[in-house]
């Protein structure tokens, strides 16, 4: 299985702070990654979808860059409905694995 | 709008088998690609498989063959899960979503509201 390791896994930071978020792949997945952002008590969000493409929808400051094994998610300035969970996730094989989760945590 | 409505949550016993259904509105549901991914409190999501709605074809992950089944009744726009032999650690908030169908299969744009599955005795 294809593991994929998330971090920070905790993340203080105020509103208005520029964010990133690093996922590392176990093995190399091109482009078959994708961000989910993660509210208590809700079901996923999907933020980026094959790395960099951001889903319809979704506020411009997220983005999402990567290639191969290291992926970032990006939210340049901190909004209050963005502290929550985010989750990292690959699609090159099965089974579909996710990463641990970095939660974003009001500073 | 479109959407994917669960049942409700259930509460069962240790080695007994449980059936979620996962109603799909506003969208053309065959042929799509429906996933269930489970999530334990406090953990990370984990993926167990998916259905294609036109044809029935499965994909299934090797952790929970044998235990897991994936169905459609397209009459209904609705997806089951059955899943057996259920055990303390099956205890979790399981989830149907529509794959996005952006060409490679595995990754999910619409999501259920979920369903709290509680195993014990």
């Known amino acids: 299985d294809i593991q994929m390791t998330q971090s920070p896994s905790t993340l203080s930071a105020s509103v208005g702070d520029r964010v990133t978020i690093t996922c590392r792949a176990s093995?190399?997945?091109?482009?078959?990654s994708a961000w989910f952002q993660q509210r208590p008590g809700k079901a996923p969000k999907l933020l980026i979808y094959?790395?960099?493409n951001l889903e319809s929808g979704v506020p411009s400051r997220f983005s999402g860059t990567g290639f191969g094994t290291e992926f970032t998610l990006t939210i340049s300035s901190l909004q209050p409905d963005d502290f929550a969970t985010y989750y990292c996730?690959?699609?090159?094989?099965?089974?579909?694995?996710f990463g641990q989760g970095t939660k974003v945590e009001i500073k | 709008q479109v959407q994917l409505v669960q049942s409700g949550a259930e509460v069962k016993k240790p080695g007994a088998s449980v059936k979620i259904s996962c109603q799909a509105s506003?969208?053309?549901?065959?042929?799509?690609?429906i996933h269930w991914v489970r999530q334990a409190p406090g953990q990370r999501p984990e993926w167990m498989g998916w259905?294609?709605?036109?044809?029935?074809?499965?994909e299934y992950s090797e952790k929970f063959q044998g235990r897991v089944a994936i169905k459609r009744d397209t009459s209904a726009n609705t997806v089951y899960l059955e899943l057996s032999s259920l055990r303390s650690e099956d205890t979790a908030i399981y989830y149907c979503?529509?794959?996005?169908?952006?060409?490679?299969?595995?990754?999910?744009?619409?999501w259920g509201q979920g369903t709290l599955v509680t195993v014990s005795s």
């Open positions: 979503a529509r794959d996005d169908g952006r060409g490679t299969p595995g990754t999910f744009d619409i």
């Open positions: 506003g969208y053309t549901f065959s042929p799509s690609l």
């Open positions: 259905i294609n709605a036109g044809n029935g074809d499965t």
């Open positions: 093995q190399r997945i091109h482009t078959f």
């Open positions: 094959k790395a960099s």
């Open positions: 996730q690959q699609y090159y094989s099965y089974p579909l694995t």
